[in-house]
């Protein structure tokens, strides 16, 4: 009994020795691309793409879980040719940090994305939001009403659904047992896993073949991550019961792209919905089309975007070239 106790004590330190070894590793790997703002319970890394004078609000991205704003950055690049494109890394992921674990539902994150915005001087912006992103999304049109231009979903999770966020989850997110295994086994066994997974989202879309080096999934194997996109997950499901009844509230125009064979966010349960409950809501659905709807059909995701930021430019346009009676 001893022996078996001094052997899976001595395992625990080599895995514990291990991922310290990984994070250094991946860190050196995908070092930080922005910079640090300072928001009340957290540091938000920002990356500024595009023309800081261009014209219409800046387009804000937000990724989902177990993503950071990599998985934005192509999406972004199209857009930030003619317009001024903010992507942020939640509250928790990536080179963002939180200070309490605890702070991982979409209002709370809400808040500190619309301090950060506020430091960046951005007083309305069209948020693009993927997936978990898009209960956060919701949330700051519900929260924060006159910052937000416009939406555009990208496979959103808005209501609840059936089950919860997995059992890994669940016991990452338990006390003393989540912190315990998300410094021992979770890098090392996510390394092995982690390309399989993200096969997984695409479907049945191929993944591109540099997607987890391009997008730094990688990090998401960080011990603080971890625990941190576990805990973002566990809590959505009560988040979304309670912020679900007021979508028909939202004023601002509203467009929801997903696809019809989406297997991680089912767009029956939450795009549908969606579209039927928020007043200014378009919706598309793409045939044979899975959860990464931004890779899958890009210039018809880019053209969304665009044509709302055309269109809450041209009253602005319309008004500069009024002509004063009295000349």
Known sequence: MLTAII???????????????????????FSPRGRMIEVSGARLHVV???????????????HGASSNLRAMQPLGDRIAKTRRVILIDRPGH??????????????????????????????RAIVVAHSWAGALALRIALDHPDRVAGLVLL????????GGAGRYNDLIST????????????????YLVTTSGVRGVFAPQPMPADFVRDSETLLLLRPREFI???????????????QAPCYAEIKAPLSIISGDVDKTVSTGIHSRPLAASAPNAKLI???????????????????????????????????????????
């Open 7 to 29: 052997a899976l004590a001595a395992a625990g330190l080599v895995l514990a020795l291990v991922t310290q070894i990984g994070v250094i590793l991946i860190q050196e790997a």
């Open 48 to 62: 500024e793409l595009g023309p800081r004078d261009a014209a219409g609000p800046p387009i804000v991205m937000l």
């Open 94 to 123: 990536g080179w963002s940090t939180r200070e309490r674990v605890a702070d991982s539902t979409p209002a709370i994150q809400g808040r500190m994305i619309a301090e950060a915005l506020t430091r960046l001087g951005v007083i």
């Open 155 to 162: 496979a959103p999770v808005a209501y609840p659904w059936r």
């Open 175 to 190: 006390p003393l047992i989540g912190p315990l295994l998300a410094r021992t086994i979770t890098l090392p066994l996510g």
């Open 228 to 242: 941190a996109n576990a805990r973002d997950l566990v809590t959505l499901k009560a988040a979304v019961v309670e």
């Open 285 to 327: 659905v793409l045939p044979r089309v899975g959860h990464m709807v931004q890779y899958a059909a890009p210039d018809l995701v880019a053209s969304e975007i665009e044509a709302m930021a055309d269109r809450l430019v041209q009253p602005a346009a319309t008004a500069d070239k009024t002509v004063p009676a009295n000349l």
